[in-house]
């Protein structure tokens, strides 16, 4: 089992910056990913961001590369979503989740946490 918990949601302008964190704790890490996704109001789920645990690979979306960026500190087990030149079209509510490295699917799940842009 691993537990992720989402902070650092909030309401900024277009332009802004923000940085969400998840802060995962339960099994040993070094064998999963973590992930962020997204889901707009009317809209399906999307991928974001992830990384492996063991900081080497990261993957983003096409939507957001270039102006997001994911990292995580083992000494915290945290993972950071750093956000810049946020647009209005980011707006969404923010999942973290976590999966082992050899599965296909996340597994683990956060409750969210909300990000508005505003114009």
């Known amino acids: 089992q691993v537990q992720v918990v989402e902070s650092g949601g909030g309401l900024v302008q277009a332009g802004d910056s923000l940085r969400l964190s998840c802060a995962a704790s339960?099994?040993?890490?070094?064998?999963?990913?973590l992930g962020w996704f997204r889901r707009a109001p009317g809209k399906e789920r999307e991928f974001v961001a992830s990384i492996r645990w063991n900081g080497l690979t990261t993957y983003y979306a096409s939507s957001v590369k270039g102006r997001f960026t994911i990292s995580r500190d083992s000494a915290k087990n945290t993972v950071y979503l750093q956000m810049e030149s946020l647009k209005v079209e980011d707006t969404a509510t923010y999942y973290c989740?976590?999966?082992?490295?050899?599965?296909?699917?996340?597994?683990?799940w956060g409750q969210g946490t909300q990000v508005t842009v505003s114009s």
């Open positions: 989740a976590a999966r082992v490295v050899s599965g296909i699917s996340y597994g683990y």
């Open positions: 339960g099994r040993t890490l070094s064998n999963y990913y």
